[in-house]
């Protein structure tokens, strides 16, 4: 049965069968400190009876999010010291993200920005924050592309996401615009064409990244909010994040890129699960998700090929962690043979 509404507390989560009574208590407190949401959508994916459901693994809070680790962190990625104004991340010089709000539809257990979105996060832009955050774009001409990003910006009113890309149309040096979003996936009925409609902007590139990690994300509702997009002219990418227990495994993680591919979305980034606090039980060590893309380099075709990366803690940026087929004589094939390059005169 298809619930009405997202589920918010820990207690909604009892109500709907997800959760046992008796762990209440503990769950309270942890969705006091991590916001929790599930949306009908991805609340009808989860089976229950399955203790090891991987859309479970991802939106459920569990007790093992009060093991913090030291090494995690409240900020991994560096977010905040690379903040020039409020709203805008400039880590690198022709790209900056512009976070325009704070919420999500759904809250992901592993979410690297857990500690700034929610209720109990960051503000969403006021006016007077939005003026600033879009005069620190508009007087940088090395910054090409923006990144729109939160929280979950697909949750804003069409009228809001019109009114962000107009004001990033008339930017002249930007010729990119680039939303993130698990929205088409998770609450895929509020991707009306007005929403689309408000995505586009003329004289610039509009891409919608959808981040899912498991392909029973991509029910048939998704799919068509997704089509909506790419028929309106929109290209979309794939963002996944590597997960215990979610899409470690060599089938899980082909099935979702072909899911992708199939879906007109071109897979992306795999990220390597971020030092976030209270997350490691749900992430994988880099050996692990260097196998995984072995054995898919060997299986899939290019098309639904993922880069897998790495975002350095503290904001250094982003690298490519997969596995090295190039030593210094020699290559590696996809089955694992190596071959002398360049190859020995005959
Ligand atoms: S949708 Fe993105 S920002 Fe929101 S909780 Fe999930 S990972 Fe975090």
Request: charged share 25%.
């Amino acid at each position: 049965m298809t619930l009405a509404k997202t589920l918010r507390t820990a207690k909604a989560l009892a109500d709907a069968g997800l959760v046992a009574r008796e762990r209440l208590p503990a769950l309270e407190r942890v969705a006091a400190q991590y916001a929790v949401a599930i949306t009908p959508a991805m609340a009808d994916l989860i089976d229950a009876a399955d203790p090891d459901d991987p859309i479970a693994r991802q939106f459920v809070p569990t007790e093992a999010e009060f093991q913090a680790l030291p090494e995690e962190s409240a900020d991994p990625v560096g977010d905040f010291t690379h903040s020039p104004v409020e709203g805008i991340v400039h880590r690198y010089p022709d790209r900056c993200l512009l976070k325009v709000n704070h919420a999500c539809a759904v809250y992901c257990r592993f979410c690297f920005r857990r500690e700034m979105v929610g209720p109990e996060g960051l503000r969403p832009l006021s006016p007077e924050a939005l003026d600033v955050a879009m005069a620190y774009i508009a007087e940088r001409p090395d910054i090409w592309e923006v990144i729109v990003t939160g929280g979950d910006p697909f949750i804003l009113s069409p009228r809001r996401l019109s009114d962000v890309m107009a004001r990033l149309a008339v930017i002249e040096h930007v010729k990119v615009i680039r939303f993130h979003t698990r929205v088409p996936a998770v609450e895929p009925e509020t991707v009306t064409d007005e929403l689309v409609a408000a995505l586009m902007a003329p004289g610039k590139a509009v891409y919608v990244a959808l981040h899912a990690n498991h392909a029973r994300e991509l029910t048939p509702a998704a799919r068509a909010a997704c089509a909506r997009i790419v028929d309106a002219g929109i290209p979309m990418l794939g963002q996944t994040v590597l997960l215990r227990g979610v899409n470690d495994d060599p089938e899980t993680l082909t099935a979702l890129m072909r899911a992708f591919v199939e879906t007109r979305i071109k897979p992306y980034y795999l990220h390597h699960g971020d030092l976030a606090p209270g997350t490691s039980h749900l992430r994988t060590s880099i050996e692990d998700g260097q196998a995984l893309m072995r054995a898919m380099r060997g299986a899939v075709s290019g098309l639904a090929q993922p880069t897998y990366v790495l975002d350095i803690p503290g904001g250094h940026g982003k690298v490519p962690v997969g596995p090295a087929y190039r030593s210094e004589d020699s290559v590696e094939d996809p089955a694992g043979r190596r071959h002398a390059y360049p190859p020995k005169p005959v």
